[in-house]
């Protein structure tokens, strides 16, 4: 209700407006001065504008006789007297009576919710947010130096406050006033109709100028009395005012805008609506400048994906809001291409993500269910993985990723958002009421049903939608006619690392592994995709001629071995069953590979091999295998006799190989790699364990040889001309397969 108070001048006859003056024991005098028409009512409205005690609630007195509402104060005054003194009682103003609570000020509603919002980029984050849900596909963001007019406006009080809050939308604009003073007592807005007040509109030219030329919004679209679209405009406070004392200029402004542009690429990764969002600047001469821009696309031969799953998502979202029964997640999984165009660092940069949507079904978890019918929440769920970063410097992979928590909209950079998972996850979380961070069930508020929620959202719904987004990852690559940009040891990088997930996050991991493990979801060097049963895996640090060499062979042999990155590796250690072995190449798998399977490749390889079988120092595992070189480039069986016939024999630097042609069956290899020979020593000297014998003989096992050789023992004497003599009838014997010459056994020569 507004009050006009008005005086008449006639002639020299001057009319004194009347004062009414109302008593009370608590709140004391209250003083107004009113016309004579002024009824009783009204001034109870005065009353309860400055006391809050509602009109309903208050009974004025006039010398002790209780005043109708209808009666006017010209019916009070005294003769000769403009004062009326009238008596004020309410119930609500005394100890005992009216009781309750009232309403604060606008004024003191907003200062308390701007007391929890922190400055920053976030601020432009809500209005997206408004913006997609109220269905929005664009959202712009302009920073106006322009000065406009202060002749025609709505009121002379507008002249300070020209640039109200106010909003412009099809064929409404209207003026927001939270102090609740520029459009009367208690009025806290006005609006124009274009249709309807067009008079007035053209009227206050300078009240409604800074609408024109605005975003496309020009004198022709005012007249044609629509606007195509929803403009906010929100006044620079230039001094400080009962809602807050931060003042804002150019320089925050566009600080807010560099903010906001830390975090932009990821904005528009899990909304529905919104597809654009671009910021600008209106110079003081009207000149409008585009600062920065990001965009969602999707890929030409795709354009459908996207719509046709989130209309499948939709669908799932209406039917989980109608108590239709379900007993899965909805998942819809599309790519998206974000691309980022800013003014000042002169470079567009585009990066490509899968996005998976999952949306949890009614009946999977009743405590769940009950929470979303309380809180007016939806269990769903969105799970973003980076998949190539191109800009003009070609940066490559997405190397130095780090998953961040969104509430559809990313939560600020920080401890509080990051996940320690290797992909972005947006939820219809229950956050804080600054809205920054998620809720958690803490020890003061373990009943906090918004932070159960967040908890059982994680526990149901996540998991699902992570392992739908790795699996559809893997069927991309494996459709080879499509243009997917990840590799198939790629997708390794969408699992989670153990180590590196935070403790918020971890219950994900095991529902997660739990259906992820049985699925082919491991790529083997021969190039097929196996589940993790099938799989021998390589970690293989040796080197790299042995682990080819290890790795072809059990290839050629059947056997489908795989590598993976050190944090699938600890997942696997940590995830499979007791039942099910995770199989890895080791020397002790080699050799059951070999006594099974044989090796028919050419010798290199063969010693390759046995140099890994080596490896492990269980020597007793290699009796039976083939692998045992000999120097006439032939390989032998390690045995497991101790006959002589079975004997290898390893020359050394006192008694070489020289010495003993013809044996060539017999010795040991002699370029072997040093490393092998002592091996092979090492394990001839541990022949008290093992079931076969290496020797490197003294003179009396060669001896024993060369029996083999003559009719009768030869025995040497001291003479060094005896040992020469000899060497030469043997080396003679041997060669030319005759026996030469005897020598007697002498004790003293």
Not at 432 to 454: C, F, G, H, M, Y
Not at 554 to 559: K, M, R, W
Not at 660 to 670: A, K, M, Q, T, V
């Amino acid at each position: 209700m507004h009050h006009h108070i008005s005086y008449k001048i006639s002639g020299s006859i001057f009319f004194r407006l009347p004062r009414v003056t109302v008593r009370h024991e608590y709140i004391g005098l209250r003083s107004y001065q009113v016309s004579p028409l002024t009824s009783v009512e009204d001034v109870k409205q005065l009353l309860y504008e400055e006391t809050n005690l509602p009109v309903k609630e208050q009974r004025l007195t006039h010398n002790g006789r209780l005043l109708d509402d209808s009666v006017q104060i010209r019916d009070l005054v005294p003769a000769g007297s403009p004062e009326v003194s009238v008596t004020l009682e309410g119930r609500g103003l005394k100890g005992g009576g009216r009781f309750g609570q009232t309403t604060p000020p606008l004024v003191d509603f907003l200062k308390d919710i701007l007391r929890r919002y922190p400055e920053g980029g976030q601020i432009l984050k809500e209005l997206i947010q408004n913006a997609e849900d109220a269905g929005a596909t664009e959202v712009k963001f302009m920073y106006d130096e322009t000065e406009y007019g202060v002749e025609s406006l709505w009121s002379p009080h507008m002249a300070q406050h020209q640039d109200a809050p106010s909003i412009f939308s099809g064929d409404q604009i209207a003026m927001l006033d939270p102090h609740q003073t520029l459009f009367g007592v208690h009025e806290s807005g006005q609006c124009w109709n274009l249709k309807t007040d067009m008079k007035e509109i053209t009227e206050l030219a300078d009240q409604f100028t800074p609408y024109i030329g605005m975003f496309g919004s020009s004198e022709k679209t005012i007249e044609e009395g629509s606007f195509p679209g929803t403009l906010f405009r929100f006044p620079l406070r230039l001094k400080p005012s009962q809602l807050s004392a931060n003042i804002y200029n150019k320089e925050k402004i566009l600080e807010l805008f560099e903010s906001f542009k830390a975090d932009a690429d990821t904005v528009l990764l899990f909304l529905k609506s919104v597809q654009k969002i671009s910021l600008h600047v209106r110079e003081s001469d009207g000149t409008e400048r585009m600062l920065f821009q990001v965009t969602a696309t999707e890929n030409t031969d795709f354009k459908l994906e996207r719509p046709n799953a989130l209309k499948t998502l939709d669908q799932a979202i209406d039917g989980y809001s109608n108590g239709v029964p379900s007993s899965t997640v909805t998942c819809v999984t599309y790519q998206v291409n974000i691309e980022t165009q800013d003014e000042k660092a002169k470079e567009t940069q585009r990066m490509t993500w899968l996005v998976c949507n999952g949306v949890g079904g009614r009946g999977m978890c009743t405590e769940l269910d009950s929470l979303a019918d309380d809180l007016k929440f939806m269990p769903s769920i969105g799970i973003a993985l980076p998949l190539t970063v191109i800009n003009k410097e070609d940066k490559g992979a997405t190397a130095g990723f780090s998953g961040r928590a969104f509430c559809f909209l990313p939560l600020p950079p920080g401890e509080e958002s990051e996940t320690g998972l290797p992909v972005h996850v947006s939820g219809f979380f229950g956050l804080t009421d600054n809205r920054r961070s998620i809720k958690w069930r803490e020890v003061d508020q373990w009943r906090d049903p918004a932070a159960l929620w967040n908890e059982l959202l994680i526990i149901t719904v996540i998991p699902q939608a992570y392992f739908t987004l790795i699996t559809e990852a893997i069927t991309r690559v494996q459709k080879k006619d499509q243009d997917f940009p990840l590799s198939p040891t790629g997708t390794y990088g969408a699992w989670p690392d153990p180590k590196r997930v935070k403790s918020r996050w971890k219950p994900i991991l095991q529902p997660l592994f739990h259906d992820l493990l049985q699925q082919q979801v491991i790529y083997s060097l021969s190039e097929s995709w196996i589940r993790v049963d099938q799989a021998v895996f390589s970690e293989l640090e040796t080197d790299e001629d042995i682990s080819d060499t290890v790795i072809n062979y059990l290839q050629s042999s059947g056997t489908q071995v795989a590598k993976v990155p050190a944090a699938a590796d600890f997942v696997l250690a940590a995830c499979m069953t007791e039942s099910t072995e995770v199989k890895k190449v080791t020397p002790s798998f080699l050799r059951q590979v070999i006594r099974k399977y044989k090796h028919k490749g050419p010798s290199q390889e063969k010693l390759l091999l046995l140099e890994f079988a080596l490896s492990d120092g269980n020597y007793s595992d290699l009796i039976g295998l083939e692998l045992l070189p000999l120097q006439d480039e032939t390989f032998t069986i390690f045995s497991s006799t101790l006959s002589e016939k079975d004997s290898i024999y390893i020359a050394s630097e006192e008694y070489p190989r020289s010495l003993y042609p013809g044996l060539e069956g017999r010795f040991l290899l002699d370029s072997i790699k040093p490393l092998v020979l002592d091996t092979l020593k090492e394990a001839a000297k541990s022949r008290g364990n093992l079931p076969y014998i290496l020797h490197m003989g003294p003179w009396s096992q060669t001896l024993i040889i060369l029996e083999k050789y003559f009719d009768q023992v030869i025995c040497f004497n001291n003479s060094n001309m005896a040992y020469i003599y000899t060497y030469i009838y043997i080396y003679i014997y041997i060669c030319i397969n005759v026996i030469v010459m005897t020598l007697p056994c002498c004790s003293n020569a």
